[in-house]
């Protein structure tokens, strides 16, 4: 099934496709509930916790988890159905999270409200994975608005990561890229400001995963690039063990030994893309 999901996030509306496979809506329910829990949070009703459609027309709103559960053992495949999960710090300091989901037998629409920008990451991720959802890039939209020659270069601040992001530049000049920064300099644990500055003066993102560690604040930039319209190319040495779910659990990626052999690969793409001065 082909549908459209809405993903509400740094005040803007983003439509993507995706194809999903039949989903459990009663094991995500209590998925979504740990998933709060996990993060010190507690899943609470926005208005109401879900509304659900059975046995033909008739509509059941429901206070909570436990009730929403016990209609769905009567009822496991409602025709239309709302989740509105406003999921409560036990630090206010946290911040707000809000996940509305509502599903049609045509649509599904996830309303992801955050200022918290790897939160925001996370929750899409979470959400995808649970209903199985699976990107399917639109050619179309990517070619509408052809992107300049700007590139931001995400990599890890040691040796390695710097040595093979000083590699890529030199080839990205070589192919007359205008603007090259690379956001390894003023890397933390949360997408700083001047990281998410960078991204947005950039039409290109280029992620680099090197060495077995984590990747997750490559997921998070992706996640952002992405929220931003940008166009995201992952490039994962050999061994990374980096899954780039953020951008979609099937995306694709450039693989390699030595940095040099996805060189090929990533003029092909900025060609596909129709960059300009390429």
Request: aromatic share 8%; proline share 4%; charged share 30%.
């Amino acid at each position: 099934m082909t549908v459209s999901v809405f993903i509400k996030g740094m005040n803007e509306c983003i439509t993507y496709t995706f194809r999903s496979r039949d989903y459990d809506l009663a094991a995500n329910v209590k998925s979504l509930v740990e998933f709060a829990q996990e993060r010190k949070r507690t899943a609470r009703a926005r208005g109401y916790f879900a509304s659900l459609t059975v046995d033909g027309d008739r509509l059941i709103y429901c206070d909570d988890s436990a009730e929403t559960l016990s209609v769905l053992a009567k009822c496991p495949k409602p025709r239309q159905w709302q989740l509105s999960l406003d999921m409560v710090p036990s630090d206010p300091k946290a911040g707000q999270l809000v996940i509305v989901i509502r599903a049609s037998p045509k649509e599904i629409a996830v309303d992801v409200a955050t200022k918290d920008i790897d939160v925001l990451a996370a929750s899409i991720r979470f959400v995808e994975e649970i209903f199985g959802l699976k990107r399917q890039p639109s050619l179309e939209a990517e070619l509408a608005n052809p992107p300049q020659a700007s590139i931001l270069i995400g990599c890890h601040f040691d040796e390695r990561g710097k040595a093979v992001a000083e590699k890529m530049k030199k080839f990205l000049r070589l192919v007359r890229f205008v603007q090259i920064e690379v956001a390894d300099s003023f890397r933390s644990d949360s997408i700083p400001e001047k990281v998410q500055a960078a991204i947005d003066r950039n039409d290109l993102y280029l992620g680099i995963a090197t060495g077995e560690r984590s990747h997750a604040w490559i997921d998070a930039e992706a996640a952002y690039a992405l929220g931003r319209g940008k166009h995201i190319i992952l490039a994962v040495e050999e061994g990374a063990g980096f899954k780039p779910t953020i951008a979609g659990s099937d995306r694709e990626f450039l693989g390699f030994t030595q940095i040099e052999e996805t060189f090929v690969g990533l003029l092909e793409e900025f060609r596909r893309l129709g960059v300009i001065g390429i």
